[in-house]
């Protein structure tokens, strides 16, 4: 039987010739419950809140005198969406750009905002910054514990929740772990990324949370759907109080996904750039 994925339709994974002219209608939005199904998620009663933060780095269009503007764009996707959009479909979309004319980047932001907020199903924040405003990039690392040296021995390379447990005395820290690895749902590619818990409530066996990070090394899954099935693991195996998962996969076709989970809007994602991407 044929997985069920909402993307079996999509362009991921297929030969397309690339449009240069405005096209919205190449945006392949794909339905998030299909997904959430499996881990047993009602969309009107999620345990979680967030949103996923998209990075373009290859955008340009022409300016109204015919001459070519590059930026750097920002989209941040609501959890509560009911779609997410698939990533080489956007490629696709931003391609499009490439010999239309708009008034400013202003006009740009507003174009994709708008096409992006249909695609979604709801309000996509959109920011677009010219290459001629000189804008910057924050790097760094989580400020908590890297679990990465931690000497393990592995042989679960599909997720094993029941690698996961916590006890004891209630803590408050940062974990994370840059052994993070996914492959596509449709091609089976890698994707590679770096992830990141902070929590409240008894303290989480960091063996077994970084033998379960890894346990993802052979699952395909979306970048957003890897990190709603750590959510929803840590928070019923482990029981903290609070708890914000966040990860950063690296770029593939001129972007990067940064998908983040919480139980409330203050537990804020850390937004400095892993160093790979």
């Known amino acids: 039987m044929t997985e069920r994925h909402g993307a079996e339709a999509s362009p991921l994974g297929r030969t ?3 449009r240069d002219t ?56 609501p959890a509560e969406t009911p779609r997410l959009v698939e990533s080489k479909s956007l490629k696709l979309y931003l391609n499009s ?25 709801g309000p996509v924040g959109v920011e677009v910054t010219p290459l001629s405003q000189r804008p910057q990039r924050a790097f760094g690392y989580p ?20 690698l996961l447990s916590a006890g004891g005395a209630e803590v408050e820290e940062t974990l994370y772990s840059h052994l993070l690895k996914s492959n596509c749902l449709v091609t089976g590619q890698p994707d590679w990324g ?50 914000s998962v966040w990860a950063r996969y690296t770029r593939r076709g001129g972007l990067d996904i940064n998908p983040w989970r919480a139980t409330s809007l203050a537990l804020v994602a850390d937004e400095r750039m892993e160093v790979r991407q």
């Open 22 to 77: 405005y096209a919205p209608e190449l945006l392949f939005p794909i339905p998030r419950q299909l997904k959430r199904d499996e881990l047993g998620l009602r969309e009107e009663a999620l345990p979680f809140v967030g949103a996923d933060l998209w990075n373009a780095y290859e955008l340009s269009w022409l300016n109204p005198r015919g001459k070519p503007v590059v930026a750097l764009a920002c989209f941040r996707v």
């Open 194 to 243: 770096m992830v990141a818990l902070r929590y409240r409530g008894p303290a989480i066996d960091r063996a077994g949370l970084l033998r379960y990070i890894v346990s993802f090394r052979g699952h395909n899954e979306f970048h957003e759907q890897c990190v709603e099935r750590i959510f929803c693991d840590v928070l019923a195996r482990c029981q903290p109080r609070e708890l």
């Open 16 to 18: 397309v010739s690339y």
């Open 97 to 121: 750009f490439n010999q239309h004319v708009f008034a400013d980047h202003d006009a740009v932001a507003a174009t994709i905002a708008a096409d992006l907020s249909a695609a979604a199903g």
């Open 143 to 162: 400020e908590g514990l890297c679990l990465d040296e931690l000497d393990v021995a592995i042989d679960s390379y599909q997720p094993a929740p029941e």
